[in-house]
Every structure is written in structure tokens, then in C-alpha cells.
């Protein structure tokens, strides 16, 4: 370990944009307890503007779907051999390997037998399924920062050194969102009928779930006319799939306003929303909506997945209330009938939109810390700078 600030150096990898996320957030928790250490590693933009150096672009790394990995993988393992090689050559006072667990495990593993100190930020899902994976975690990380208070417990048993720090999303959403102000800045009238449609912004959920979210739009739209649809795109490249994906599907008719980006300001604007699984899902649960979660997948794909679970529940905001508080629906279960029947049910049921409220405003006081002081403490403790 260097023996002053000016020459400690951390290392780090992100894989995936939320990862980029994550970690910039640590960094600027970080930094002013560092003054003049070198970030580096593999990174993305938000990493870069902490003063990040990424020895690798990161969308070498970003790869989406469990199948989508087999072509690529003597490249990302290539590129995970040579920066070994480079830290067990530079001996970093720590490695932190956010998110990217298939890559960053395999890393820390080798790293943490060579005696650097290996901090994993966000642990992965084993409580969701592949929970055999906590053997490697206990072989490969020296501290685990988690984002659910229920995961301390999980790696503590398991004799991994573990912090819960909060999660990030629950200190950007506010508490009280502003449905008003959200639907000003959209355009939509105060007292419309808003259902916020998000199929997913990877193109694979795209491709798997638009068809049906967009049929089962047009089939609440016949229910009641006076229904609005937004649905916020990741980007030109979604948007333009989305758009050949509904005319394959002949449903041009739907009027549905496509927004760039706003994610966040479409859920706010919504009375309800259908939402892929994933992240997502828990974003909608702090902005205190109804919603249906749905997922579709391809069929290989499925198969092997539906037999690692481990709970009856796959969208965080049922996780982490331990039942259903909203209706989940995947793959055949996630047609366009049952899609709108549900949705239906969370627009038109008042007194549960009540109870969804109070029940998500307790969930987000629950994730509710300073992240990025919390992520920081816990990685100077490790370093012996806490």
C-alpha cells in the first residue's frame, strides 16, 4: 500500500452505465478524504468527470443478456487478464468493483489472493437466485457495501465484512414527488388519465416486451378514451426500435408520446405504470405509483433462469415487502389481456392506490442514507485511511 496520499491509488471497474453511476457517486464521497489519489481502471463517463482514468472504453465491457456474453467472452477476458496484470504489477491500496459481477468477482478473487483489498459495491442477487455464487463471494471480497438493509444479515452470516450504505435512487426521488410540476413540464393536462408505458431500455427487453405492453395500452384505451400514454425512451437507437417494433406489429394507431430520456418526470406524471422488471420497478415504487410489472424473455433464456429462483417474487418492490403488493406478470403470463386487465385494476382501485402509497413511503424511508458518505467511510475503513 503507498505510504502517503499523493501516491495511494485505487482501482476500479464498471461494466454497465448504473455501475458508472454507482461508482461516481463513491468517488465524490471519496475524493475529499483523498486528496491527489489516482482513480483508475475501467470506467464510464460520470467516473471520468470524478477525474476517473479508464484504461479501457467501458462499452468494451457492456454486454446485455445471459446469452449475449458467449461470443464476446475471450475479448472481456482478455481484458480482464491484462488489468490484473497491471494491478498485481501497480498493487492498488484497494480494488472496487461495482456491480458487473461476472467480470468484477473473477477479478476480485484473484486480486484479494494476492493480498489487495477487494470492495464489491451492490451485492449481487443471491437471495434471488444462484445463491451457490456466495461461496466465490466469500473467496473474493474483503467488504461487501449492500443497497437492502435485509442483505447485511445474508453476508454476515456468510462471513463476508459487509455495510449496509442505502441506495442512491432513494436520495434523488424525492419523498413527496410533484405529480403537478411533472405533467406541466410534459404537457399533459392536470386532470388527465396517465399511464406511463416502460418496456425496458435495453434493446433485448425492448424486443421481448414492447408488442404486448403497446396491446395491452390499446386495449385500456377502448376502456376508457380519455386514457394518455407516455413512455420515456433511453435513446434514438430505442426509440426507433420501438417504433419498427409496433408497426411489425400494426398498432400505429396506439397514441402513445414517445419522451427522450425523462424517465423519471413519466413516472411522475403517471396514475399507473407498466413497467419491465428490474430497477425500474423499485424508481416507480419510490415515486409511490401503482403499477404491473411484466417481463418477457427469450424462450431459451427463460428456461434456464425459471429454475434458479429462489422466491415467488422477481420485481424489487415485492422483494422487499415480502409479497405481492403489485401484480407481476412474466413471459406467457404476460399477455396483452392480463397486462391490461391488471392495469386496469391498479388505475381504478382507489383505495389501494391509497394503501400502495403509504406502504412505498415506507419503503423509501427504509432505503433512505447518505450513499455516498456511507459507500466512502466504508471503503477508508478498508484502506486504514477511516
Do not use: C
Amino acid at each position: 500500500m503507498a505510504s502517503s496520499a499523493d501516491k495511494l491509488s485505487l482501482a476500479m471497474v464498471a461494466g454497465e452505465p448504473s455501475g458508472d453511476l454507482l461508482a461516481a457517486r463513491l468517488l465524490s464521497g471519496l475524493k475529499p478524504h483523498l486528496p491527489g489519489v489516482r482513480l483508475h481502471g475501467i470506467g464510464g463517463e460520470h467516473m471520468i468527470a470524478q477525474g476517473f482514468e479508464s484504461h479501457v472504453p467501458m462499452d468494451k465491457l457492456t454486454v446485455r443478456g445471459l446469452l449475449a456474453v458467449i461470443p464476446r467472452y475471450r475479448e472481456i477476458k482478455s481484458i480482464q487478464n491484462q488489468l490484473r496484470d497491471q494491478l498485481l504489477a501497480d498493487r492498488p491500496a484497494a480494488f472496487i468493483g461495482a456491480d458487473y459481477p461476472g467480470f468484477n468477482l473473477g477479478l476480485e478473487e484473484q486480486l484479494k489472493a494476492a493480498g489487495i483489498p477487494t470492495i464489491h459495491y451492490i451485492g449481487p442477487q443471491i437471495w434471488a437466485w444462484r445463491g451457490g455464487r456466495i461461496k466465490k463471494i466469500v473467496r473474493a471480497v474483503s467488504h461487501m457495501l449492500v443497497v437492502f438493509p435485509f442483505e447485511e444479515e445474508i453476508y454476515r452470516q456468510a462471513g463476508v465484512p459487509v455495510s449496509y450504505v442505502g441506495h442512491p435512487l432513494a436520495e434523488v426521488i424525492p419523498m413527496v414527488p410533484d405529480e403537478a410540476g411533472a405533467r406541466a413540464k410534459l404537457g399533459l393536462p392536470q386532470d388527465a388519465n396517465v399511464v406511463t408505458i416502460m418496456p425496458g431500455s435495453r434493446m433485448s427487453e425492448l424486443k421481448y416486451n414492447t408488442v404486448a405492453f403497446v396491446q395491452a395500452a390499446k386495449l385500456l384505451k377502448q376502456r376508457d378514451r380519455s386514457l394518455r400514454f407516455v413512455a420515456p425512451m433511453a435513446g434514438e437507437r430505442q426509440r426507433q426500435y420501438f417504433l419498427e417494433l409496433v408497426a411489425q406489429a400494426g398498432l400505429q394507431d396506439v397514441e402513445i408520446d414517445l419522451l427522450d430520456g425523462q424517465s423519471h418526470t413519466a413516472i411522475a406524471a403517471g396514475d399507473a405504470v407498466l413497467v419491465a422488471s428490474g430497477t425500474a420497478s423499485l424508481e416507480v415504487a419510490l415515486f409511490k405509483k401503482p403499477m404491473v410489472i411484466a417481463y418477457k424473455m427469450m424462450a431459451l433464456e427463460w428456461q434456464i433462469l425459471r429454475h434458479f429462483g429462489y422466491q415467488p417474487w422477481v420485481g424489487l418492490p415485492n422483494i422487499l415487502a415480502r409479497e405481492f403488493l403489485v401484480p407481476e406478470m412474466l413471459q406467457d403470463a404476460a399477455n396483452p389481456q392480463a397486462l391490461a386487465d391488471a392495469m386496469w385494476q391498479q388505475l381504478s382501485d382507489a383505495p389501494h392506490r391509497l394503501r400502495l402509497a403509504q406502504r412505498f413511503t415506507d419503503m423509501h424511508h427504509s432505503l433512505l442514507r447518505n450513499s455516498a458518505v456511507e459507500s466512502a467511510a466504508a471503503v477508508l475503513k478498508v484502506i486504514g485511511r477511516g
